[in-house]
Every structure is written in C-alpha cells, then in structure tokens.
C-alpha cells in the first residue's frame, strides 16, 4: 500500500430504515398521502408538489458533494442552491441493493438484493452482468424470483435509463413492467422529462450514472470536479423544463473512498478455511468451510480488525444492517462472516475478475459511502 490506510470512522453506520433513508423516498412520494403528508426529511419545496421528477445521481456522496461545493462552488451551483440534506442509503453501500432499494422501497433483507457479487447455493452471480464463471445465470435465476418486491408501490410510471440498460436481468428485476424512456445521451431526459410533465404524469424516475463512472475510472480530481459540474448542468436543464407546480428531487445510490492502490488479499490465515468469498472488495463476505466460522471471523479480527470491521452474519442481521427483517431465503444469500472497510482499502478476491484498476470505490458502512444527499428544486 502507498502510506498509511486513513480511518474514515470508528463504527460502521447502520442504514436508518425507520426514518431518513432511500428506502423511504418511493413509498412517501407515492403513497396515499402523496406529497401533502411528506415525512419530515424531505425539503419543504417538495411538499404539496403537483408533480414530482425523481433522479437518481449514481455515486454521488454527501460528504463528497460538499467538498466539492465548499473547495470550488462553481462546478456545483445548481447543487449548492437546493433545498435539502443527507440521507442514508442502505447496506451494503452498493448500486444493485440501493437501486433495487429506491426503485422498491424495501429494504435489503425483503428484497433479496444484497450485493455486487451474491451467493446462490454455491455460485456467485456478479448481479449487474447476472452472470458467474460458467457465463449468463438468467436461465436458472429468474429476475422476478430473485427479487419478488414490485417497483414504485406496484405502479407503472415512466423510466428514463440509459439504452445499453434495456432488456438486461438487473432492470428486469428492480424496473420491472415499466414504461421505459431509454436514453443514449444525458440531453435526451430533458427533452423527455418535459414532454411527459406536459402530458400529466405525476412521476417521473431518471437514472444518471456518470458520477459514478468518473470516480471509478479516475478518482477525485480535475476529471471528477467535471464530471460533477456536468451531473450539475443536468440538474439545471431538467430544473428548467419543470412547469409550475413541479418539482425535481435528487439523490444518490451511494457514496464514494478514494482508494487507489490501497488493496490486499485476505490473510492466509482467513482465507485457509473458507470456501469462497462473494461481496466486493470493500465489503467481502466469507463464507467459511463447515464448522471454521468461528475461526474465520477470529483470524479476519487478528489480521484486518484494524482496517476493518469483522461481524458474523448473525451480528449483521440482528444489528439491523439488511433493515428489521431478513427472510430465510435472503439469509441464505449471505456469507459467515463481513470483512467491512473502515480505513481507505479494499480486499481483493482471486475469484473475483470483474474488476478493472478502480479508484474509488465503496460498499462499506462508512460516512463516506452510506450518506447521500437527498435535495430538490422546483420550477424556475
């Protein structure tokens, strides 16, 4: 590693599913009190809003949306100026669980989405591409089985995703029966937002994912300063198409940590009794051979306890993590023990092929990752 790991924080940050949370925006919003009954996290611009657009920023944390507004404004004035403050996402601080979170308003244990890389009955499945090392898993694991819960309380509303999006297991699962709007370029949703405003829908669901990609490829700098001003742009495009009455609410799937080349293997100690290992470099689940799970969890808390946090999949559940309730079938879905970043590092898996050389990253249960802004601007 390049210097010493830096400690982002003392304790993991358990998801607030009973209050300010992702989980609570979709239910709130269309719910039957709609916009006249909002909870009391949601800026007061929105209540009583006649019609609501919805867009989700990719990779947009809280903490890192404010550092860049409090160093250089000018590449976030459109941010700076909403109403609005953070939220938490849900755990693990990932895109396929906080998705599948917003677009359901369940939480990761109703949902069954429960990370990057999940484990069924033996076969990891990478969840964005559906697919593990024998290739495609959508003929064995059904997209509506996999993840029961409808989106958007059961109602069909319109989507705006990018066009490479469409017809992949991931959208089925958390976007299903939709009416979607595919977009190839960011200008598109603006054109489209105002047509369906002016036609009366009530909601409108965007996805935006370049945030997310920038702080992967190239971390914080010059090229995520840029990226956030054109995440930025978009914002005040779409702002400025909104008729009267409407209003558009922004947050975000996670956060990010500036990793770089700050990664390791799991010592040979933790990784001697397990089986395999599913999660992603900042939370790994080991999922230990039959009977050594207590000895996994004892060399992890040796070897990483100072970078990390070690829990059981019992201590998981019990705390909360996954929300109030974890089904027996999502439980299952879940490794032995949680090696959870709590320093800027990550672990890497030989099994795992997925991964480019990222720097960002994220999936822990850190400030960093778990708080995300939840903001809004109404007609101009």
């Not at 609570?24 to 916009?35: D, K, M, R, S, Y």
């Not at 920023?57 to 909403?82: E, K």
């Not at 969890?297 to 705390?319: I, K, L, N, P, Q």
Request: hydrophobic share 40%; proline share 6%.
């Amino acid at each position: 590693m390049s210097r010493t790991p830096r400690i982002i924080d003392a304790n993991p940050r358990c998801p607030d599913y009973g209050g300010a949370c992702v989980t609570n925006i979709v239910p709130a919003l269309l719910g039957p009190g709609g916009t006249d009954k909002l909870p009391a996290f949601f800026p007061d611009i929105v209540r009583g809003a006649r019609q609501v657009v919805l867009l989700v920023v990719d990779g947009l944390g809280w903490h890192q949306l404010q550092d860049r507004i409090r160093q250089n404004p000018s590449c976030a004035p459109t941010f700076a100026a909403m109403q609005g403050g953070a939220i938490t996402t849900i755990a693990p601080t990932t895109t396929v669980t906080a998705l599948t979170s917003i677009a359901t308003g369940a939480a990761p244990g109703e949902h069954g989405m429960v990370g990057y890389r999940i484990d069924f009955a033996g076969r990891v499945v990478q969840m964005l591409r559906w697919a593990d090392d024998r290739g495609d898993a959508r003929h064995r694991l059904m997209p509506r089985d996999v993840q029961p819960c409808p989106p958007f309380l059961g109602a069909t509303i319109p989507v705006l995703s990018k066009a490479e999006f469409d017809g992949t297991a991931f959208t089925e699962a958390h976007l299903r029966d939709q009416k979607l709007f595919s977009w190839r370029a960011p200008s598109s949703m603006v054109v489209d937002v105002r047509s369906l405003l002016a036609r009366g829908e009530k909601f409108v669901y965007c996805y935006y994912d370049g945030v997310d990609k920038i702080a992967h490829e190239r971390g914080f700098g010059e090229h995520y300063d840029a990226e956030v001003l054109t995440a930025d742009r978009i914002v005040a495009d779409i702002a400025s198409v909104l008729p009267a009455g409407a209003v558009l609410v922004v947050t975000a799937d996670h956060g990010q940590v500036m990793v770089g080349d700050r990664t390791s293997l799991l010592h040979p100690d933790v990784t001697r009794h397990l089986s395999y290992q599913s999660g992603e470099g900042r939370f790994r689940w080991l999922h230990a051979n039959s009977g050594r799970a207590d000895e996994v969890a004892a060399a992890a808390r040796s070897h990483h306890g100072d970078v990390a946090w070690v829990m059981t999949r019992d201590e998981m559940v019990d705390g909360g993590f996954f929300g109030r309730h974890v089904s027996d079938v999502v439980r299952r879905r879940l490794g032995d023990v949680a090696v959870m970043a709590k320093a800027d590092v990550s672990f890497d898996d030989p099994a795992d092929k997925s991964y480019f050389d990222l720097q960002c990253r994220h999936g822990s249960l850190t400030s960093d990752e778990i708080d995300v802004p939840l903001l809004a601007i109404g007609a101009r």
